[in-house]
């Protein structure tokens, strides 16, 4: 299989050095994570990471093995074959002057993003939506000078009303 | 000094293992770090990390120094104290049915999240903020039974028109 982007989502107890042992995992392995995020889950001391890792669907597989083995792991699920809600947020500094702030207005309009800081010389917008739609954003405010980009990595979550940690979606694993 | 939260962003070359090698270096001097985001620049083959870490000041000081002679480093601020836009995002899956639907939607408003997905038991809830509001909202919410969370952990930048990657920022290190 030809390599492609996949995005697994890991449940994790909330330890120190957790997320060393999962860098670890992928470095050894050779794999260059393309993002990661970690942030609170809907349990208490469960962390939930987003990671997305470019590979041929039998090497993710056995990473995302391995990870399972981690005794800090609760779960972990390739979602990429799923029907899945995909989002990364950006804030975005931007040049802007009194000749070009109506102009970039607009833009951020066009893109449901959000103006959440203002100076003489500057505005910071808030953007959120999948990769292409932040890079598009990107691409078009490249003419006003962009100073400084700072991007969460992708979440991602199932559509409708089933979750990533019901055990009952806990895949069976009795052929390691 | 008291332990606080410090906010430290990280400008690092894009390569295999960086990430290892700062999770290795927050870990092997007792840090549990609250949250970390890795994600694009405004640089090409630079990424900009967000950590979260809870310490005094001194001692994020001491890691501060650490993470800014790893060779792929090439910038590490600690912007705690400087004025700061902070924002994290949140996908939240609650249940909802016929009778409940309205209600969150409400809630939804009042907090200028969004709807990002609709089935007849449950929606997802995109929303950003600082950690508070989204903690607020989640409170709000868990009255509708919570099915499921991700969080990104929190991204920051200074307000105003200076950039973290100026070079002019680069503090002095010669006491090292």
Known sequence: MAPMKHTLVALVEDKPGVLNRVANLFRRRGFNIDSITVGHSEKPDISRMTIVVDGSGASVEQVRKQLDKLIETVKVQDITSESIVVREMAL????????????????VDIFRANIVDVSMESLIIE?????????SLLNLL?????????????????????????????P?????
Do not use: C, H, N, W
């Open 127 to 135: 953007v959120t939506g999948d990769e292409e739609k932040l890079d």
């Open 172 to 176: 069976i694993s009795a052929e390691d």
């Open 92 to 107: 975005i500094k931007v040049k802007a002057t009194s000749a070009t702030r109506s102009e970039i207005m607009q833009i």
């Open 142 to 170: 490249r003419t006003f000078e962009i100073k400084e980009v700072v991007r969460t990595g992708r979440i991602a979550m199932t559509r409708g009303s089933t979750t990533t940690s019901e055990p009952g979606r806990k």
